[in-house]
């Protein structure tokens, strides 16, 4: 997401970081450019006019603070007004109501409204430990009340029994009442959608929304519509008053309008993005941590947040025993890459680390999820001894390898050669103790796997 934007808004930054000082004429020049970079990310016209006046007001004559350059400077106003233009501080789910807090999903139809529901529910069980109902309003949809079945089923997540013969507002009712009964913490309510927005949805959603009272009316929104999507929340809070929005597909979207825009224009935040198809593929929205990702200036916050979830401390811990004793293997090496693997998409990392996607640039190596599934293969295609001395690889073994992976000689070299090398840093940050490590990060990481 936002991949367009921000290599537009590099290239445009690169001019103001060069020069001593600047004029008015410099910062109205790189304005321009910014503009039409927002333009042709898909941002409302409105907003792109609105964001420009304001930081053309603040940039030009501004102060320079501190050390910072006055192409630094403008850089900073920017960033200060994409932050205030996506909502200055992440909402959270407001779950502040006695329980059952009801929390009703609404959109269009293909928007993501099931999936978003069950992940939202995964992520509240297993990180607030709150036990969550789902029920499912859908009964125009074949299947509807089936998917939400199966993917409640697969986050562990209780699902109400409904049947496409009843109301949806008599659903709704049964719903909450047995989230009293039973003593839940939240009611998801997965309403209908349709293709798109009619006064017969509207009315039914509002007569649901009267009747169960929820705290939060959530807007499931597809990221890859655009400005099609600023329209659809600005429909939706008209007769609704939606209290936020998940944006989804965002893996899908590199532009990102839609995340610039629906703030300015409808006044509710932005809470959440959905960024890949699994369950687990959701994450809070931050809009500074967001602005900083936009500029290139990495997010190392959610870098951490994401390695402290997903990553297993204890392998961890062992793997960097091994690295002090220097007795570092292709098994080692696998697990490592298994553990980068937990963490997300290869890019998606890379973008949150300060300045790595520029010093990827110009590089033969692509940053490329496939390549840690070749370098697995490859491994997994080797047998026990062959991972814990691999100088025992030689051309017959090699050329076995290639051909249970699915790869050629080349790359089983490139690999070797590549692991080889880590080894080497290994021993390195070994002999410097704790402190050698740390400084190291994650050695080895590979950011372009086996270089094809």
Do not use: W
Not at 232 to 248: H, K, M, P, W, Y
């Amino acid at each position: 997401m936002f991949d367009n934007l921000s290599d537009r808004l590099d290239k445009v930054f690169k001019k103001l970081r060069g020069r001593g000082r600047l004029s008015e004429q410099n910062i109205k020049d790189a304005l321009r450019e910014v503009r039409l970079a927002l333009l042709e990310a898909d941002v409302h016209l409105n907003v792109v006019k609105s964001f420009i006046s304001r930081v053309r007001e603040k940039a030009i004559g501004v102060e320079v603070v501190g050390s910072l350059s006055p192409g630094q400077q403008v850089i900073k106003v920017v960033h200060d007004e994409l932050v205030e233009m996506m909502g200055a501080a992440n909402e959270r789910l407001n779950l502040a109501a006695q329980p059952p807090a009801v929390v009703m999903m609404v959109g269009l139809q293909g928007s993501g409204k099931t999936t978003s529901t069950a992940k939202l529910a995964k992520m509240l069980r297993e990180k607030e430990r709150k036990k969550c109902l789902l029920a499912s309003l859908d009964v125009y949809r074949p299947a509807a009340m089936d998917q939400l079945a199966t993917v409640g089923k697969q986050v562990g997540v209780d699902v109400l029994e409904t049947s496409p013969m009843e109301n949806p507002r008599a659903i709704a009712t049964r719903a909450k009442d047995t989230a009293l009964k039973k003593g839940y913490d939240v009611l998801f309510l997965d309403t209908a959608g349709r293709l798109h927005i009619d006064d017969e949805l509207m009315a039914e959603l509002g007569d649901v929304q009267g009747l169960v009272e929820p705290i939060e009316v959530l807007l499931v929104a597809d990221s890859m519509t655009g400005q099609d999507a600023v329209t659809v929340a600005e429909q939706f809070d008209q007769r609704l008053n939606i209290t936020g929005v998940i944006l989804t597909k965002t893996d899908g979207d590199a532009r990102g309008g839609a995340a610039l825009s629906i703030r300015h224009v409808t006044g509710k935040p932005i809470k959440f993005l959905g960024t890949g198809e699994k369950l687990e593929n959701i994450e809070a929205f931050h809009p500074d941590r967001v602005a900083s990702r936009i500029l290139g200036m990495g997010d190392v916050l959610t870098l951490v947040e994401t390695a402290m979830e997903k990553v297993d401390l204890n392998e961890a811990a062992r793997l960097q025993a091994k690295i002090q004793k220097t007795a570092f293997t292709l098994d080692d090496f696998l697990k490592q890459l298994q553990q980068v693997k937990k963490m997300g998409s290869l890019t998606d990392l890379v973008g949150m680390i300060p300045g790595a996607k520029q010093a990827m640039k110009g590089r033969d190596a692509e940053i490329d999820d496939k390549e840690l599934k070749r370098v697995e293969a490859i491994i997994l295609s080797m047998t026990a001894k062959e991972r814990q001395r691999h100088q025992i690889l030689n051309a017959s073994r090699k050329r076995r390898i290639a051909k249970g992976s699915g790869t050629t000689i080349q790359d089983v070299n490139r690999l070797l050669k590549q692991f080889v090398q880590t080894q080497k840093m290994m021993k390195r940050l070994g002999k410097l103790g704790k402190k050698g490590f740390m400084r190291g990060g994650i050695p080895g990481l590979p950011f372009g796997g086996t270089g094809r």
